[in-house]
């Protein structure tokens, strides 16, 4: 019996580690993981210099993990594939990181998750950056889909910038870190954009009953969307409980302007100490 079992055990982790990263069970119904080998690729292309490292995990290893340490579920007692690629993934950032004379520290990794749809999946793909001690930025992504590690890569400059009223992983992790390093100018709308925003506003709000009685001020969101006919712009509500908060972008030649509501003021909105309160009156 006894060998019958070490039998199974080994060729499950054969099989595991024919087909690339695989969740098994042990004998004693413990999970492990296994990652195989892919050869990394660290890329010397002179026509994308912000890719520094676009490969798999290069070397095989074997990970036991249990419900307490590695791999938390969901309440259906289902991997949490969201929670598994945040485990496998900072690990080998940092080595691959290391191999180029960059260290960082895992716990200083920014893991988001991209878009998805609302229902159970066994996969994930993750976007993020970590900050080293010279305040240089490394954005990272990474996919997992069931079984597989792929789309690992480390950039130098983020592949996607934030681009005015369109949502992604990768304007969230430059909003984070626009937000951690502050690195800017505190300067405030000039009074031809202040009034550009405000006429905005009202003709935007001046319908809904839900907030066009409330006075507003307005300031400059300080996100650099590299087109100088965009003014972004945040700003407050006065006298509100919930979501008092707000943002948007103005386009001053296509009028492609955006507004939403925030639950807080980004350290990134300049507001002038002398702002006036703007009424929908």
Known sequence: MKTKSIIKYVAVIILSIVVGI???????????????????QLMGDPT??????????????????TENYNVPFDYEGRIDYDSLIKKLLPQLFQEKLKDIGVD????????????????????????????DDDKEVYWLQGSLDNSKIYDVEIFTENPMPCKPNHGSCWCTAQTLV??????????????????????YIYNYLKDNTNLNFYKYQVGKYHMDYEDNDVIPFCG???EKNTHDYFGGSVN????DNGFHMDR????????????????FD
């Open 104 to 131: 960082v520290e895992t716990p200083n990794m920014i893991l988001l998750r991209g878009p998805q749809i609302s229902m159970y999946q066994e996969r994930s793909s993750q976007c993020g950056y970590v900050i």
């Open 264 to 279: 807080n003021l980004s350290p990134l909105c300049v507001i002038s100490e002398d702002a006036v309160w703007n009424s």
């Open 22 to 40: 695989e969740i098994a069970y042990t004998i004693n119904h413990e999970p492990v993981i296994i990652l195989e080998a892919h050869e990394p």
């Open 178 to 199: 626009e937000e951690q390093l502050l690195d800017f100018e505190k300067t405030t709308l000039t009074q031809i954009e202040e009034i550009m925003v405000v006429n």
């Open 48 to 65: 994308n210099p912000r890719i520094i490292y676009d490969g798999a995990p290069s070397s095989s290893t074997l990970l036991p993990y």
């Open 236 to 238: 407050v509500f006065g």
């Open 252 to 255: 001053k030649v296509t009028n």
